[in-house]
């Protein structure tokens, strides 16, 4: 069982354990909970689900083994502590709000049955031990143990089964068969050990090894009931191993920056611990009799809002093959789940050459990395992955020498880039692992052309662009790619195909502005990819027109529009609109024989692509002039389409 403990002065015995929180940490996976405050947790092995009690939210959360919610057991007052039967049948929850225990059954994850404990009985832990379920009852500062047998048709609660213990806080309960350990917690601390086999509890033995007297905060009982580990104040920082049949220290289990808040034991006997620290490690894993944790995790503080472990938040799964801890943190609680945490872990990696020829050999080596030597035989799958085989072909098996190491070769038949990979599935003492290489291998050069690149069209010219394919191996499929010029228009594949006979793909593109064209060929085994662009450029639409002339004449073979000199000349420039966009007036004057720049100056079109402009002033007479309307790409205020010059107006003044 894991209760959320507090520090307070509780004399047991002549020792004491010690209390804290764990510090955040990296897990294999994380799912956040549906829960507003943390009481305990418990696993069912059959049906692979995590049952977390949520005291706040009177409810008890079910979760698959990834952390997703598949129920919820609502209307359980405060519920607290939980215990599953050794046959996972059912998890018993002490919910003091209803002075009961509630039994749920696992196969639905439902509330099966209350058990009433008496009327004030506010019952806060419990364990399942010689076939009886077992709960400590009371209030501030009295603490009492009570049992029932839930295998009666109905089960008589017999109470007070010890005399008052006087505890601050409701003892902790462990149990392993017919072992039921209590422990308390605070400043003094100290365990009793109790035989349950006649549903009376029997004293084995009770105290506390002087090294874990301080500030208990969890323990653990493994699944033979022959060992305690402690989460308590040894110093420097570690957990204490104790014999159960003597309650005498067999060990001591160091680990970094804090005292160690919470303690699981394995079916195996690998023991986990966790700790407060805000930077440093925060889960040890160790096996049994070990000086030094072979796994460690630890939580980073940018992982949802620096995390921290909950007191007495870890628990094995019943096989162990996952290691489940509970995390809080500013956005929520978090359900962490370490697989393979009983075995080693185990790192592999390939080397392969950076480069290398399709069609000739090459050669590879792979080591296996681990704190505890590979069983002798222990052997590697390897994999390669290339465009021929994107799922991967398996290259067979290699065998690892006694150093972890390996080697092996192969002949690529594809091009291109090649990851080998190293498999090791794992054993009894050794997590799986993988470690990969990427080979660039060769391929034949692939011809790809464009036309029209750097071409000039009127707008709205349709314009045919062909991409041709030179020999391949076996892909013949081209893309193209259409990316008008400016922001508001995307890059877009228009179109996907074989090319034809010839090699040819070839797609139709309306030139309303500047346009890059791209052929992609996404290459095959023996023939590289290629990509090739082809920009052609698009003028604007400008045309301009002059009113408010007396007549129109011609002098030589040009026309001219004549006005009076008091007359102001309107000069009205249509042109293809885009945002902001404006175009160039430029009035040149004609002098003995050649023009002459007058001057020239921007104005904005409308969204209706016009805009009309007066000349006004003093109008000199006798004076042939001309004015012309163009964009200018970039000074136009865009760069959609390219520089267009439109006509030239000639018009002429007169008295």
């Not at 697989?339 to 090459?362: E, F, H, I, M, Q």
């Not at 021929?388 to 880039?417: E, I, M, Q, R, Y």
């Amino acid at each position: 069982m894991r209760t959320v403990a507090t520090a307070l002065a509780v004399l047991f015995s002549s020792t004491a354990l010690a209390a804290g929180t764990v510090g955040p940490a990296a897990a294999d996976s994380s799912t956040a909970l549906s829960i507003s405050s943390y009481g305990d947790i418990a696993v069912d092995g059959v049906h692979k689900r995590v049952y977390i009690s949520d005291p706040a939210g009177n409810k008890v959360v079910v979760t698959d083994y990834a952390g997703k919610l598949v129920a919820t057991v609502p209307d359980l007052s405060g519920v607290r502590d939980l215990a599953i039967t050794p046959d996972s049948r059912t998890v018993y929850a002490a919910v003091p709000g209803e002075d009961a225990v509630v039994a749920i059954e696992t196969s639905t994850s439902t509330a099966a049955a209350r058990y009433s404990t008496g009327e004030n009985t506010d019952p806060q832990t419990l364990a399942v031990a010689g076939g009886r379920v077992w709960f400590m009852y009371g209030q501030q500062p009295s603490h009492h143990l009570g049992s029932f047998d839930p295998a009666q048709s109905t089960p008589e609660m017999v109470l007070d089964q010890l005399p008052d213990l006087g505890f601050y806080d409701a003892p902790e309960l462990e149990s392993a068969g017919s072992t039921l350990v209590i422990g308390i917690h605070g400043t003094w601390s100290g365990l009793a050990v109790y035989d349950v086999s006649s549903g009376t509890p029997v004293l084995r033995k009770q105290g506390m090894p002087a090294e874990a007297a301080n500030y208990m905060n969890d323990f653990a009982l493994s699944a033979d009931a022959k060992q305690i580990v402690a989460a308590s104040g040894e110093s420097p920082y570690a957990a204490t191993a104790i014999n159960t049949d003597d309650l005498s220290r067999t060990g001591g289990y160091p680990v970094e920056a804090g005292n160690p808040n919470s303690a699981a034991i394995a079916p195996d006997g690998t023991i986990a611990l966790s700790t407060f620290s805000w930077y440093d490690k925060d889960i040890f894993i160790f096996k049994p009799g070990a000086k030094t944790p072979y796994r460690t995790y630890t939580y980073d503080l940018n992982t949802s809002g620096g995390d921290t472990l909950a007191g007495q938040g870890l628990t094995w799964a019943p096989d162990g093959s996952k290691l489940f801890a509970i995390a809080s943190g500013n956005s929520g609680t978090y359900l962490r789940v370490l697989d393979n945490a009983t075995r080693y872990p185990v790192k592999a990696s390939v080397s392969a050459p950076a480069k290398a020829t399709r069609g000739k050999k090459l050669s590879a080596t792979g080591k296996l990395t681990s704190d505890k030597s590979f069983p002798a035989g222990s052997t590697v799958t390897i994999t390669r992955t290339d465009i021929d085989s994107p799922k991967g072909k398996s290259l067979g098996t290699k065998t690892v020498s006694s150093s972890g190491t390996f080697s092996f070769t192969d002949v690529p038949p594809a091009g291109g880039n090649v990851t080998y990979t190293a498999q090791y599935g794992g054993d009894a003492t050794h997590a799986p692992a993988s470690g990969k290489d990427t080979v660039a291998v060769s391929r034949t050069a692939t011809s790809l052309t464009l036309n029209h690149n750097g071409s000039l069209y009127s707008y709205g010219t349709d314009v045919s662009f062909t991409a041709h394919l030179g020999s391949t191996y076996k892909n013949r499929t081209v893309e193209l790619w259409v990316n008008p010029f400016g922001s508001d228009k995307p890059n877009k594949l228009v179109k996907t195909g074989k090319v034809n006979s010839k090699g040819n793909l070839s797609t139709t593109v309306d030139m309303t502005r500047d346009t890059t064209v791209t052929a992609v060929f996404a290459g095959d085994a023996r023939s590289a990819s290629k990509t090739v662009k082809a920009t052609a450029y698009a003028k604007v639409k400008v045309s301009t027109s002059v009113s408010k002339q007396y007549k129109t004449a011609k002098i030589g073979s040009t026309s001219y529009a004549y006005f009076h000199k008091k007359t102001n000349p309107v000069f009205t420039t249509t042109m293809t609109y885009y945002k902001n966009r404006s175009h160039r007036l430029n009035l040149e004057i004609y002098y003995q024989g050649k023009w002459y720049d007058a001057g020239s100056q921007y104005f904005k079109l409308g969204t209706n692509g016009k805009s009309v402009v007066t000349l006004t002033g003093t109008h000199d007479t006798g004076y042939r002039m001309r004015m012309r309307a163009s964009y200018i790409n970039g000074s136009s205020g865009d760069n959609v389409n390219s520089t267009t010059y439109g006509a030239w107006k000639y018009f002429y003044f007169t008295k």
